[in-house]
């Protein structure tokens, strides 16, 4: 059962990684600018296949990821039940450098590079249900010379998401995403969810840009305490032996965040704890490759994370 929800979340993630998706907390129209850096620690490089689990050789790898995300609304509308129509531009660049040692083999690169760009537009269908579109792509390679970029690296996305308002807190969707990830334009389920409470605690869980989970309380004016759970990656697009290859990087984190607050604009939260497990391999660019029964994976190892949020 592990190893099938395992398959499902790295299949999920390595075919959305590159998807921006908007959510109701940019209705204050204001623009939102995100910067962060990770470090994985050093663990074993393993492979898994039929249930069994065995080392590759003496390989082992640590990574450093570093991301910045801006948000820009260009347009905002409340109708007179406060659900917004609204118009925004998502921009996100993110370069991993993976410290791999000891691979005898072409399984990991050392470096990923992904930028994008995604229009998106939210607006309310009626009482109960709000739309949510989004179009856009961006540039997923193993290097970072740009000159070394062609079409082979671009991956485009377009796709609808219908959204129920179950409750002020609560809102469950589903539609289809559009996107070229195995060379060719396929259609793909996309998932919503994004459950909130607020107060001096809060919980969240939301099912957007990856897995986000966390238990929140606040400390004082300026400070929150939080206990997280997410999932995170990037990808890069690629040749190997004359053939399209796609390359993920995926990290299941869990651990202790205090969040600094600054003003009511600027907020830096600190992240430490684990990486529960973190998939890396390369496979071709097919959709047979999806429902292979192997996969390539790093063990478990420290984290660690700072960031910093501005709203302007």
């Given at each position: 059962?592990?190893?099938?929800?395992?398959?499902?979340?790295?299949?999920?993630?390595?075919l959305?990684?590159?998807?921006?998706?908007?959510?109701?907390?940019?209705?204050?129209?204001?623009?939102?600018?995100?910067?962060?850096?990770?470090?994985?620690?050093?663990?074993?490089?393993?492979?898994?296949?039929?249930?069994?689990?065995?080392?590759v050789?003496?390989?082992?790898?640590?990574?450093m990821?570093h991301?910045?995300?801006?948000t820009i609304?260009?347009?905002?509308?409340?109708?007179?039940?406060?659900?917004?129509?609204?118009?925004?531009?998502?921009m996100?660049?993110?370069?991993?450098?993976l410290?791999?040692?000891?691979?005898?083999?072409s399984?990991?690169?050392?470096?990923?590079l992904?930028?994008?760009?995604n229009?998106?537009h939210?607006?309310?269908?009626?009482?109960?249900?709000?739309?949510?579109?989004?179009?856009?792509?961006?540039?997923?390679?193993?290097?970072?010379?740009f000159?070394?970029?062609?079409?082979?690296?671009?991956?485009?996305?377009?796709?609808?998401v219908?959204?129920?308002?179950?409750?002020?807190?609560?809102?469950?969707?589903?539609?289809?995403?559009i996107?070229?990830?195995?060379?060719?334009?396929?259609?793909?389920?996309?998932?919503?969810?994004?459950?909130?409470?607020?107060?001096?605690?809060?919980?969240?869980i939301?099912l957007?840009?990856?897995?986000?989970?966390?238990?929140?309380?606040?400390?004082?004016?300026?400070?929150?305490?939080?206990?997280?759970?997410?999932m995170?990656?990037?990808?890069?697009l690629?040749?190997q032996?004359?053939?399209?290859?796609?390359?993920?990087?995926?990290?299941?984190i869990?651990?202790?965040?205090?969040?600094?607050?600054?003003?009511?604009?600027?907020?830096?939260?600190?992240?430490?704890?684990?990486n529960?497990w973190?998939?890396?391999?390369?496979?071709d660019?097919?959709?047979?490759?999806?429902?292979?029964?192997?996969e390539?994976?790093?063990?478990?190892s420290?984290?660690?994370?700072?960031g910093?949020?501005?709203?302007?």
């Amino acid at each position: 059962m592990l190893h099938m929800i395992r398959n499902f979340e790295i299949k999920k993630t390595m075919l959305f990684a590159f998807i921006m998706v908007i959510s109701y907390q940019f209705v204050d129209a204001q623009v939102q600018i995100e910067m962060k850096s990770e470090y994985i620690g050093k663990s074993d490089y393993r492979k898994s296949e039929n249930e069994k689990s065995e080392k590759v050789g003496d390989s082992r790898g640590a990574a450093m990821v570093h991301q910045a995300n801006i948000t820009i609304p260009l347009s905002l509308r409340l109708n007179e039940n406060k659900r917004p129509t609204l118009w925004a531009i998502s921009m996100n660049g993110t370069y991993a450098k993976l410290d791999n040692k000891n691979l005898t083999e072409s399984l990991v690169v050392d470096n990923i590079l992904n930028i994008g760009i995604n229009l998106s537009h939210l607006r309310p269908l009626n009482d109960r249900w709000s739309m949510l579109a989004t179009v856009g792509g961006g540039i997923f390679m193993p290097d970072t010379d740009f000159s070394q970029a062609g079409l082979k690296n671009v991956l485009g996305n377009v796709g609808t998401v219908f959204i129920r308002h179950l409750k002020p807190n609560l809102d469950l969707g589903g539609g289809i995403m559009i996107n070229n990830s195995f060379g060719f334009p396929m259609v793909f389920p996309a998932l919503y969810l994004n459950w909130k409470t607020e107060g001096k605690y809060a919980v969240r869980i939301a099912l957007m840009q990856g897995l986000e989970m966390s238990l929140g309380y606040d400390f004082t004016k300026n400070l929150r305490l939080n206990l997280i759970a997410e999932m995170n990656g990037q990808t890069a697009l690629l040749q190997q032996e004359g053939k399209d290859k796609m390359f993920s990087h995926l990290y299941m984190i869990a651990g202790f965040r205090p969040e600094i607050k600054i003003g009511k604009k600027i907020s830096i939260p600190l992240t430490i704890g684990m990486n529960l497990w973190r998939p890396a391999q390369i496979t071709d660019r097919t959709l047979k490759s999806m429902f292979q029964d192997k996969e390539y994976y790093f063990r478990a190892s420290p984290y660690a994370s700072a960031g910093l949020k501005m709203h302007l």
